[in-house]
């Protein structure tokens, strides 16, 4: 039976799916995809192996299994499907990190959505008495499954960033905040003569840069410093990738302002969604960033408003094929 055409069912499936997430959070904090072969495990075997106890867990992959996660064989064992194998650690999607992510922290944070809204507080802070990024700093693990995820979504847009942009006009390219190095790592394969600084928080960059291959690596300067307060290098291209919407105005225009103080010649080059842009991507990470971290999507003009009150003209926009936008104000 379809719930199609009655909107009292449609939103009764809405409410009944916050369960889900949970439950994918609680099956990848156990590991469970990694645990179960190929060919199958009984419960027991799996409850020992994750050390639970078995009738709990049969419970939980019977409730997983209607949602296509994990399959009964039968004599109370199970076996994979794609949505479980997908959940692996080592799935190239980056489920398992985002999972663990957003049924940890995010989930919480989630519960402070109205208080968000009444205050304009960002629910994290007032649930985990920090800030996000403050908080990831106190949590390592948390922190490093974070970075992956986003590794995960900068894997996934970087090829349609590359598709979009030309990057050749640079012969160094300084990537703000920009993680284990995924879209730097792209945009030099493409520009074998340019080279890179990767710049981010010194417990985000290592000597190991893990994304950067042989080659881009021996191009490219670690740079672990606060973006925000400390001398950016100079560079022919500053690019911020998903890092304003993590910020309100007046944070973003200081860092556009960093930018334009460090080289004033150069351009910036900022990858974000757009609210006037194509599907609702960008209207749900909006509601994210009010929860999260107090930062926000933008439209076009709002991005552009940011633009020249650092001082800057106005940005040539490019979309890409997927959720991004290409936006390049172009130095003096």
Not at 93 to 112: F, T, V
Not at 118 to 132: I, K, M, N, R, S
Request: hydrophobic share 45%.
């Amino acid at each position: 039976m379809t719930n199609q055409g009655d909107p009292a069912a449609q939103l009764a499936t809405m409410l009944d799916g916050f369960r889900i997430p949970q439950c994918l959070y609680v099956a990848c904090q156990l590991n469970l995809a990694a645990l179960v072969p190929t060919t199958g495990l009984e419960t027991d075997a799996i409850a020992q192996l994750a050390n639970v106890h078995p009738d709990p867990l049969r419970r939980l992959l019977r409730a997983l299994a209607t949602v296509g996660v994990f399959r009964p064989t039968g004599d109370d064992a199970w076996t994979h499907t794609p949505g479980s194998e997908a959940l692996d650690p080592e799935h190239p999607a980056g489920l398992h990190d985002r999972a663990i992510g957003l049924g940890s922290l995010a989930w919480a944070s989630w519960g402070g959505l109205l208080g968000a809204v009444q205050t304009g507080t960002p629910a994290f802070d007032t649930v985990h008495g920090a800030p996000f990024f403050e908080v990831l700093q106190g949590q390592p693990e948390l922190a490093a499954a974070f970075g992956r995820t986003m590794s995960s979504w900068t894997r996934q847009t970087a090829r349609d960033v590359i598709a979009t942009f030309a990057f050749d006009a640079y012969g160094h390219v300084a990537d703000i905040g920009g993680g284990h190095g995924i879209l730097l790592d792209a945009i030099l394969i493409a520009t074998p003569s340019a080279r890179g600084t990767l710049v981010d928080r010194p417990e985000v960059i290592s000597a190991k840069a893990p994304a950067l291959g042989d080659a881009q690596r021996s191009r490219t300067t670690l740079s672990a410093l606060d973006a925000f307060n400390d001398p950016l290098p100079c560079a022919d291209a500053y690019l911020l990738s998903w890092i304003l919407h993590d910020w309100d105005d007046e944070r973003c225009v200081h860092l556009l302002s960093r930018c334009v103080q460090a080289n004033p010649r150069a351009d910036i080059v900022v990858v974000e969604m757009l609210l006037d842009g194509p599907g609702p991507a960008a209207t749900w990470f909006d509601l994210e960033m009010l929860v999260q971290t107090g930062g926000r999507e933008r439209t076009t003009a709002e991005f552009q408003a940011l633009f020249q009150a650092a001082g800057r003209e106005a940005a040539e926009v490019r979309h890409t094929p997927g959720t991004h936008a290409v936006l390049c104000s172009r130095g003096g």
